[in-house]
């Protein structure tokens, strides 16, 4: 039973254009999300993060988008970069306060066409 | 600084055989986190260890799966007679465990193939 689904396994988007990742997730108890990018042969690396109090977090290219009434994220960069082409992984921190683990989504291949 | 570091990063072993993965986490981070990730999957949580506190071990898939972390440093994860099942990246994660620190940070994992 997957808590947290990421239902494009890949995306291809041309460079300059806007790229945009979903996720959805089951539990109502998940507090703050996470989005991980990585590398072919490298760990993930942290992205970008937003509390469950918030609707929007951005951080330069990157705005992450949260509506809790439909248990949907979106992860936004623009413009989009070749060096972009990775797997983003979108992670949820929960369920319950206090919780200390991550459950993961598959993650969506991102390839940015140059 | 140096980041998380893991070995070996690709272990090749006979079903049936047992396997040692080791992780050493960022400098004072206090928090480690061992995950897996098979083909086509997300990370799947296995164990966490939180400075001298007991490990959470409820992601461990079986008894042949094992972990230890010595001095609050490093992670050794044990797999003992190795399944083809286990083939996949093994992850591990530290972060400082401080309240409301919630990035992870990974290594680069350990690819296993069980042949």
């Known amino acids: 039973d997957q808590q947290v689904k990421q239902n494009s396994p890949s995306l291809s988007v041309q460079e300059g254009r806007i790229s945009i990742l979903n996720c959805d997730y089951t539990n109502s108890m998940f507090d703050y999300f996470l989005w991980y990018k990585k590398y072919p042969a490298e760990g993930p690396t942290f992205l970008i993060s937003i509390s469950s109090i918030k609707d929007k977090n951005e951080d330069g290219r990157f705005t992450v988008f949260l509506n809790k009434s439909a248990k949907h994220l979106s992860l936004h960069i623009v413009p989009s970069q070749p060096g972009d082409s990775a797997v983003y992984f979108c992670?949820?921190?929960?369920?319950?306060?206090?919780?200390?683990?991550?459950?993961f989504g598959k993650g969506t291949k991102l390839s940015v066409i140059p | 600084g140096a980041g998380v570091s893991q070995s070996p990063s690709n272990k090749v072993t006979e079903k049936g055989k047992d396997v040692e993965l080791r992780c050493d986490p960022i400098?004072?981070?206090?928090?480690l986190y061992w995950y897996r990730q098979s083909l086509g999957q997300g990370l799947e949580f296995l164990i966490y260890f939180q400075g001298n506190s007991a490990p959470d071990k409820s992601g461990l898939p079986s008894d042949r799966f094992s972990a230890e972390r010595t001095g609050g440093s490093v992670s050794t994860l044990t797999i003992q007679r190795t399944q083809q099942e286990d083939s996949a990246v093994y992850l591990c994660a530290s972060t400082t465990g401080g309240v409301q620190v919630y990035e992870q940070y990974f290594g680069p994992g350990t690819r296993l193939t069980v042949t």
């Open positions: 400098s004072g981070h206090t928090a």
């Open positions: 992670a949820a921190l929960g369920p319950g306060a206090g919780s200390y683990q991550l459950t």
